[in-house]
């Protein structure tokens, strides 16, 4: 019986150990503020939650305040606005442009998918899409392109 235990609580240890690792390799942090009555910014937050970002989830009831701090520019605002290493996220941005973002580190202030597009991340309107883009943008009012998304792709 005691052997047992040993066993089980070896094998406990293990699996926590494991899942520590891949956490220190996967998870990266990032704050989204978004007004209360937003929905489409909580489904956004569980998608970008699937892709092990760890959401520090802020309730601002001045989405205007926060953006003007971000230096978002007011033709690319959408709903909410999220920070992550420093870089500012701006509505409705795939979590595989995020992770692009943080892998090659462009000289921007953050990317933004405009407006709301329909069959983004967290815009699912059952089968309607819109072909659209996620743009970068800097402090100088420089906006590229970032990554095209077309619909049913
Ligand atoms: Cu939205």
Not at 12 to 31: F, H, P
Not at 47 to 67: E, G, W
């Amino acid at each position: 019986m005691k052997r047992v235990k040993i066993l089980l609580s070896a094998m406990l240890l293990a699996t926590s150990l494991a899942g520590q690792a891949e956490e220190a390799v996967a998870d990266k942090e990032m704050t989204v503020y978004r007004s209360p009555t937003c929905g489409c910014c909580g489904k956004w937050i569980e998608h970008v939650k699937q892709s092990h970002f760890v959401v520090k989830d802020i309730v601002s009831d001045d989405m205007q305040a926060i953006k003007k701090k971000y230096g978002v520019p007011e033709n690319l605002e959408s709903c909410h606005t999220a920070i992550v290493d420093g870089y500012v996220i701006e509505g409705h941005v795939p979590a595989a442009d995020i992770q692009k973002l943080l892998e090659t580190k462009p000289k921007v202030v953050g990317l933004s998918a405009p407006g709301m597009p329909m069959g983004s991340p967290g815009m699912e309107m059952g089968g309607k899409a819109d072909d659209y883009d996620v743009v970068s943008f800097d402090s100088a009012g420089n906006v590229q392109v970032f990554s095209e998304h077309k619909a049913g792709q």
